[in-house]
């Protein structure tokens, strides 16, 4: 990304910020017979230095090269999502070359009930990380498979205490995480600790978790205070979506804490000191090969999975951490049986 681009799209995000919950890129009233896309972010997604900077990222980048304009727009509720869902059907039912992407999964239950039906040619609804094809017409999906970087992560981690932070049960994306993770420490931890696994809301598929800040924020602290022995340092691995900026800041809330937390979605080097590695998601790199799909007329497969061994995920580390030798070893000796491992589980 060029220094222009990235001033760019800091100034654009420090402009819808400021001024709306809406904003165009190149979109003018009438866009008819021009391609044009629709971003629905995730609730409270936009700003997170994150995942959902990075989809937005990838949409500038189509911008910038092909000059196909976009909308955004962040929902305050998914009842929001979804007013806005439906007018955009009835806006764009016969017109040519319209976008719309959910870029979450927490539109899951919003897009099955979906009825997009299209009189004109190229109109498609991609949606983020959903684990399942059983999609209406002309709705296209993509997960990204964690197991594997969740698996690597683990085993990486098995020197140390660990304790898994997750938003809600009962989301199968979460599941696999926590699975992948919870088998890699197992098989190779040497400490005798047991691994903890605790949840912001107990509430089963409380889609509202993934963007309640304030109380990562007190699950984070709490854990920090309470779960975790201060004498020895254990690692977090969290599973928050947009709500990790609540974890992020009771962090940073808590300096002298030895205790650290792993990085999500996008390299945290930068972002807080506390972070030996991340588990980094190629969002951009996805967003943008679909878009070329979907521009040159190539069609999408209903469903794809992506995972550590397409290079959808990867494990970045944090040379500003200090010695993360022990755990980069870890990485290279555990690297291709966590591949093994995620096309195991893939086939199951």
Known sequence: MTMIFRFFLGSFLLFLFACSDSESVGVSENYSGIANITLVASINGIGDNSYNDQILAGLFRLYEDQGVPFHLVQPESIDEADSLVK??????????????????????????????????????????????AKLPQNVYSFSIDRYGASYLSGAILGINPCLILAAAPGFATLETSINGFKKGYEAHKTVKDSLQLVYVSETENDEAAFNNIEFAYMATYSVLNFFLDADRPSAIFPLLGGAIKGARRAMIDLPNTGHFMIGMDVDQSGVLPKVPFTLTISI????????????????????????????????????????????????????????SEEARHAKK
Do not use: C
């Not at 017109?95 to 009825?115: P, R, V």
């Open 87 to 132: 007018s955009w059907l009835k806006k764009n039912a016969d017109t040519d070359s319209s976008l719309l992407i959910l870029a979450s999964s927490e539109y899951m239950g919003l897009a099955q009930k979906l009825n997009a039906h299209f009189t004109g040619d190229g109109n498609k609804i991609l949606l983020f990380e959903a684990d399942s």
């Open 284 to 339: 951009k790199e996805i967003v943008v090969r679909y878009l070329e799909e979907w521009l040159s007329g190539k069609e999408w497969p209903r469903f794809r999975s992506l995972g550590l061994g397409d290079g959808a995920t990867a494990i970045v580390f944090n040379k500003n951490f200090g010695d993360t030798k022990n755990f980069e070893a870890r990485h290279d000796k555990y690297y291709d049986e966590a591949v």
